[in-house]
């Protein structure tokens, strides 16, 4: 016999909300949270796939995985960012998942960190982000696509205290590609960490869906 929880948002909210901030541990319950079907495309629909990123930080020729921390942040923001009216945004893990789940566009981008002030900048408290990158591209029954939206904002606020120092510059490309493999759009962007753990890379994210909207003639779906 299965048992479903339905939370308000409201109560959800105020369960989570008082953990960002701390020195803890995300970690994804053993039930109660479910990935949707992916599901037949309906008409009218365009369905986007988002590669993760490929990011290169001043860590990442001794450590390839310096960067896995915010290319997880940046493609769940991507996700909840690029959708819109008549638009589904999955992730993908290539081109050839891309086309196996009938997605009419590849998202596909990079993320490059510079060191602009000093080696270890302030002391930065710790966050460990266990699960909680999944929470972003999951969906818990009875509580919508907001939840995930919010979670994602909050672990790419979390990743970035962490990752970003003071006067860091973090570069954005991305490109947009058609299933002829045409560029429907494309941007290149920059921003700088004003102090520790300053979020560049959240305005750039914003700024590039908005230039795929305009591309793809599309408004925004309402958070």
Do not use: H, W
Not at 163 to 176: N, P
């Amino acid at each position: 016999m299965k048992f479903t929880i339905a939370l308000s948002f409201s109560a959800l909210f105020a369960l989570v909300m008082p953990c960002f901030g701390q020195n803890l541990t995300l970690s994804l319950p053993a039930a109660g949270i479910e990935k949707p079907g992916l599901g037949q495309k309906q008409p009218g629909v365009v369905r986007i796939g988002v590669l993760k990123p490929k990011v290169t930080t001043p860590d990442t020729k001794n450590n390839p995985e310096a960067g896995s921390g915010i290319a997880d942040a940046v493609s769940n923001s991507l996700v909840e960012s690029l959708k819109g009216a008549n638009i589904e945004v999955i992730a993908v893990t290539d081109a050839s998942d891309a086309q196996a789940k009938s997605c009419d566009y590849t998202f596909v981008s990079n993320v490059v960190q510079k060191r602009g002030g000093g080696m270890f900048g302030g002391m930065m408290g710790k966050m460990v982000l266990m699960g909680a990158i999944s929470v972003a591209g999951a969906m818990v029954p009875g509580i919508g696509g907001m939840v995930a939206s919010t979670i994602a904002s909050q672990v790419m606020s979390q990743t970035m205290m962490k990752e970003a120092k003071a006067k860091d510059e973090f570069a954005f490309d991305y490109k947009l590609i058609g299933g002829d493999n045409s560029i429907r759009a494309s941007g290149a962007t920059k921003g700088k960490s004003e102090k520790d753990g300053d979020d560049a890379l959240s305005p750039q994210i914003q700024k590039a869906s908005a230039n795929v909207m305009t591309a793809l003639g599309k408004k925004p779906a309402a958070q």
